[in-house]
């Protein structure tokens, strides 16, 4: 995971522009995540939160662990 997000990073670096729209489409697609995660795991689309509960940037970090 360390290798894609420094892959990301450096790609984002060059593009402000696709830094802008990658944040926007992570905000767009959660709600897609959140009805596939539910699909797997069983569990009723209301047990996720509403929005995405993380900065773009944040996830993007070396270090960020989902929980």
Do not use: N
């Not at 593009?15 to 797997?40: F, H, I, N, Q």
């Amino acid at each position: 995971m360390s290798a894609q997000r420094r892959k990301i990073a450096r790609r984002l670096e060059k593009s402000p522009l696709l830094k802008r729209e990658l944040s926007e489409m992570a905000v767009e697609s959660y709600g897609d995540t959140v009805l596939s995660a539910a699909r797997e795991t069983g569990l009723d689309e209301k047990s996720f939160t509403s929005e995405m509960p993380w900065a773009l940037a944040d996830a993007l970090r070396d270090d960020f662990i989902l929980d």
